[in-house]
C-alpha cells in the first residue's frame, strides 16, 4: 500500500535551515509529481511547493520562495524541503503529498498523505 | 490568487442528517481541478472528491460533490458517526497555483 513517511522536523531558531525528508512506498515513485503542504497550529492548510516526477519542474508558494528548496531521489523513493532563513510563521506540520496523476502532468489533487512532520520556530 | 470561501464555519448536525457544505471562487475553477478533503484530529486530510464531482478511492456513496465555475457543492447524504470533521476545498489553477478553503467544521449536535 501507499506510504509516505516524513522525518526532519524539530525546533529551530529564526534564521536557522531545516532539511525534511519524506519516504515513498508502495508506488512508482519516480512516476509522480510530490508535494508539500503545511498546516500551522489550529489553522487551515498551505500548499508549500511541488516538484515534477523527474525534477523538470518546481514551483513555490511566494511565501516560502528563494528560501525552500524542494529536491527528489528517484534512487531512494525519497522527496526533500531544504528550509533556510526560517522565520516563526514557518512553525506548521508540513505533510508530502502525491500528487494523483500518474502521467507527465500535474493534477493538483493529493491523493495520498504522510502524517506529517512538526517544524518550530523560535528563539 | 483564487480566493475559495467556505461556508458555513461550523455545520452542527445529527447522524442520519443531510450535510451540505459551500465553496464559492473569487474567479471561475476548471472543475478539473476542485477537490474535496476531509480532516480529522491529530490525521493527515483524506481526499473525498476529485474534478468536482469523482470519489476517490474508497471513498463511501454517501459522499457527492457538485458544481461549476464559481460555486461548488460537497454532500454527504445521511450522516455516519465518523463523517464528523473539518472539510477543505482546493483548486488547481493560475499562480499560485494551489489554494484551499478555510474549512467547514461538521460537529455533532
Redesign the interface.
Known amino acids: 500500500q501507499v506510504q509516505l513517511v516524513e522525518s526532519g522536523g524539530g525546533l529551530v531558531k529564526p534564521g536557522g535551515s531545516l532539511r525534511l525528508s519524506c519516504a515513498a512506498s508502495g508506488f512508482t515513485f519516480s512516476d509522480h509529481y510530490m508535494?508539500w503542504i503545511r498546516q500551522a497550529p489550529g489553522k487551515?492548510?498551505?500548499?508549500v511547493s511541488?516538484i515534477g516526477s523527474r525534477s523538470s519542474y518546481t514551483?513555490y508558494?511566494?511565501s516560502v520562495k528563494g528560501r525552500f528548496t524542494i529536491s527528489r531521489d528517484n534512487a531512494k523513493n525519497s522527496l526533500y524541503l531544504q528550509m533556510n532563513s526560517l522565520r516563526a510563521e514557518d512553525t506548521a506540520v508540513y505533510?508530502c503529498a502525491r500528487d494523483?496523476s500518474s502521467g507527465w502532468y500535474?493534477?493538483?489533487?493529493?491523493?495520498?498523505?504522510?502524517?506529517?512532520t512538526l517544524v518550530s520556530v523560535s528563539s | 490568487e483564487i480566493v475559495l470561501t467556505q461556508s458555513p464555519g461550523t455545520l452542527s448536525l445529527s447522524p442520519g442528517e443531510r450535510a451540505t457544505l459551500s465553496c464559492r471562487a473569487s474567479q471561475s475553477v476548471s472543475s478539473r481541478?476542485l477537490?474535496w478533503?476531509q480532516?480529522k484530529p491529530g490525521?493527515?486530510?483524506?481526499?473525498l472528491i476529485?474534478?468536482a464531482s469523482s470519489r476517490?478511492?474508497g471513498i463511501p456513496d454517501r459522499f457527492s460533490g457538485s458544481g461549476s465555475g464559481t460555486d461548488f457543492t460537497l454532500t454527504i447524504s445521511r450522516l455516519e458517526p465518523e463523517d464528523f470533521a473539518i472539510y477543505?476545498c482546493?483548486?488547481?489553477?493560475s499562480s499560485?497555483?494551489?489554494?484551499?478553503?478555510?474549512?467547514t467544521r461538521l460537529e455533532i449536535k
Open positions: 508535494n487551515g492548510l498551505e500548499w511541488y514551483n508558494a511566494d505533510y494523483h500535474y493534477s493538483g489533487t493529493f491523493d495520498y498523505w504522510g502524517q506529517g | 481541478y477537490a478533503y480532516q490525521q493527515a486530510p483524506r481526499l476529485f474534478g476517490a478511492t477543505y482546493q483548486q488547481y489553477g499560485p497555483p494551489i489554494t484551499f478553503g478555510q474549512g
